[in-house]
């Protein structure tokens, strides 16, 4: 069983910049890709950005392409998501998940096997 726990939501101004973390626990030595999804009100969950064990490889949906950056210190057992040039739009609660099996599908929801409990990001226009 792995826990995870989102933390560095907050309301900022449109434009502005955020870097929110998740932190890994309960199988050490675990190695599996992880990535960030969010759900606007309203809307669907979403998939934004993914990564693989290694770092070596990064993925992101066009909607946050060249603003959001991913990475992660497996040292730490730590994602992070660093988001910047925020739109309203991006308004969202932000869930990350680490998936069970190396699936190459890293924007399916169903390649994930935990999540986390979400953090709320807000932009202000």
């Known amino acids: 069983q792995v826990q995870l726990v989102e933390s560095g939501g907050g309301l900022v101004q449109a434009g502005g910049s955020l870097r929110l973390s998740c932190e890994a626990s309960?199988?050490?030595?675990?190695?599996?890709?992880m990535g960030w999804f969010r759900q606007a009100p309203g809307k669907l969950r979403e998939f934004v950005a993914a990564?693989?064990?290694?770092?070596?490889?990064?993925y992101y949906a066009d909607s946050v392409k060249g603003r959001f950056t991913i990475s992660r210190d497996n040292a730490k057992n730590t994602m992070y998501l660093q988001m910047t040039s925020l739109k309203p739009e991006d308004t969202a609660v932000y869930y990350c998940?680490?998936?069970?099996?190396?699936?190459?599908?890293?924007?399916?929801?169903?390649?994930?096997?935990?999540w986390g409990q979400g953090t709320q990001v807000t932009v202000s226009s």
């Open positions: 998940a680490a998936q069970l099996f190396n699936s190459a599908r890293v924007d399916y929801e169903t390649s994930y096997a935990y």
């Open positions: 309960g199988r050490p030595g675990s190695r599996f890709p």
């Open positions: 990564i693989s064990w290694s770092g070596d490889s990064t």
